[in-house]
């Protein structure tokens, strides 16, 4: 992903075809080591493609994914109760120490 990042930056920044060692540039600029063999594979996959056409296909794509949407509200109605029994645990917690006869400050 940061190796795409780096070309979508090289793109942005109005180098139509951005090379190897201009990714290395902007990825070492944030201190990110580049491996040539994936520089190379992201270089080769987006050569002469519109990024725009690219980015709207690749949107597509994600759009058919499932998100499991459902889950999140259940589990959130799940929260209150949760919390409530933690305050109830806290309560006990604290006053166990009070059974062990010394604090840790005393």
């Known amino acids: 992903m940061r190796y795409v990042a780096a070309y979508l930056l090289a793109v942005l920044g109005g180098n139509k075809s951005p090379s190897a060692a201009d990714l290395k ?3 070492s600029s944030v201190g990110v080591d580049a491996e ?14 519109d990024l725009e056409t690219v980015m709207t296909e690749g949107h597509k794509k994600l759009a058919s994914v499932p998100m499991g949407g459902a889950a999140p509200a259940a589990a959130g109605a799940a929260a209150p109760a949760a919390a409530k029994k933690e305050e109830k645990k806290e309560e006990s917690e604290e006053g166990s120490d009070d059974d062990m006869g010394f604090g840790l400050f005393d």
Do not use: P, Q, R, W
């Open 25 to 27: 540039k902007i990825l």
């Open 36 to 49: 040539d063999d994936l520089l190379t594979k992201v270089i080769d996959e987006l050569k002469g493609k």
